[in-house]
C-alpha cells in the first residue's frame, strides 16, 4: 500500500508540474482523458442547465400517456463526434428542432465554465450542424504552430487562434480577401506578425515589394528576398506608379488570353493571371507598406501633392490589383480618418483586417468599427504586457483573437537570404532593386551628440 501511495504521489506531482511548466504534454498526457469524460458524463445535465434542451415530442408525450410510462425528459441537441486535438476537444453536434446556432454561440462561456475548459467557440458547418471547439489551455501564452499545416500556393499561416486552429493568410481564399490591413502601437508585435508573413512567403514564387519609410530599418534587412524596396515618400511614388503600370499591362494580357469562343467552356475563360497557362502567368507581388502615416502626412505645398499621388495609386492597386495578381499589406501605427481624403476609400478596399494593441480607439474603429463593435472591445481590452495578442477579422463579421510565434530578424534575415534564389527579375521594378550590401559593411555617418550628452 505505501509503495501504491508514492507512485500515486509521484504521479500527481508529475501532473501538476507539467500543467505548470508544460501544459500542452500535460493535455495530451492527462487532461484530454479527463476532459473526455468530463463532457461525457456532464453533456446532458449541462445542457440542460444553459436552457440548450427542447421539449420531448408530442407523439413521445401521447405515447407515454398512452402507455401510462414516466414522461420523456427534454432533449439536448444530439453528439455526433467527439474528437481530441492537441490543444482541446471538437465537438460537433447536432441541433434538435427548434434550436438556434446563435443559441449554442450565446451560452458559449456557459458551457466554458461548466465543461471546466479554458475557452468555448462555436460555428455553424452547416443548416442544423454546429461545431463547438475548446481548448484545455491558454494556447496563446505559449505560441507552438503545429509541425504540419496546410501547404496551397499563396496561403501562409502567419499565427496561432485562440481555438488552437492555425491562423492562415490566404491570397487566393474563396471569400476573396486579397488586401489587409495590419495596425499596432509601439512594442505591440506587428513587426513579428509582418516578419512571419514575410518567412512564409519567402520559399514560395512570388514577388515581394517593400515600402518602408523608416529608412528601412525593418524591411532592408530582408532586401536578398524583395524585388523592390523604397526607403522614403519619394521613391515609394514612383515605385507605385510603376506597379500601377505593370499591373495594366497584366490586364492587357489577360484580355488578350481570354479565349471566348463558343467551344472554350465559361471555367476556362481568363479573368485573371490564375486562369492564364502557366508560361504565360505573370509572377503575383504582394506589396508590404510599413508605417501608412508616413506616406500619408505632409508639410508643404509639394509634399501634399506627392502624398495625392501616393494614396491614389494605393487606392487603384487595392482597387484593380486582385485580377492582376497584386496584393497589398498595409501596416501602420495609427490609421486615422484625419491622414485625408482617400484614406477612408483605402480602408474599404482592405477586407482582412488585423489589430494588435492600439493607443486609442479611433484606430480599433477604423479596423473592425464597420465590421464588428464586439471586435473593437477586444482589440482596445489587449493589456500592454501581452505582446503579439492580435484581433483578426473579416468584412464577413467574424473575428478571432490569435498570436504568432516569435521571429526574431537574425531568423527572417537567414530565411530570406536562404531563399534569395527564388527572388524574381521583373523588369518594371528594376530601378528599385535593392542594392545588397558587400563583404564590408557601409560607413555609418557620425551622430552629433546632444547638447545634455557632450
Sequence with gaps: MTGFTVALVLVVAAAGLLRWRRPAWYWLAF?????????LVRYGSVMDACGL????????????????RPMPESRPPRILRLRPTRTGLVLRLKLRPGQDAFDIAAASDRLRHSFSMYGVTSRELRSGVVELRMTGYDVLKRVQMPAATETRPMRVPVALRQDGSVHYRDYRDYRAIPHALTLGATESGKSVYQRNLVAGLAPMEVALVGIDCKQGVELFPL?????????????????????????????????????ITVDVPDAEIAADIWDLPDELRPTPIVVLVDEVAELALFASREEEKRRDRIITALVRLAQLGRAAGIYLEICGQRFGSE???????LRAQLTGRTAHRVNDETSANMAFGDISPDAVLAAIQIPA?????????????GWHRIRAPHTSLRQAVNLCNRHADRTPDLPELA????ALAGPAAAPVPPVKPSPATA
Excluded at 31 to 39: K, M, S
Excluded at 339 to 345: A, D, E, R
Design 223 to 259: 532586401a536578398r528576398r524583395f524585388s523592390a524596396l523604397a526607403d522614403n515618400p519619394d521613391t515609394a511614388a514612383e515605385l507605385l506608379d510603376a506597379l500601377v503600370a505593370r499591373m495594366a499591362d497584366v490586364y492587357q494580357l489577360i484580355r488578350a488570353q481570354q479565349r
Design 31 to 39: 487532461g484530454v482523458t479527463l476532459a473526455t469524460l468530463r463532457v
Design 339 to 345: 491622414l485625408g481624403k482617400g484614406i477612408t476609400m
Design 431 to 434: 530601378p528599385f532593386r535593392p
Design 53 to 68: 434542451t427542447v421539449p420531448p415530442a408530442r407523439w413521445r408525450l401521447a405515447l407515454a400517456r398512452a402507455t401510462n
Design 385 to 397: 504586457e501581452m505582446r503579439g495578442i492580435a484581433i483578426a477579422g473579416d468584412s464577413s463579421g
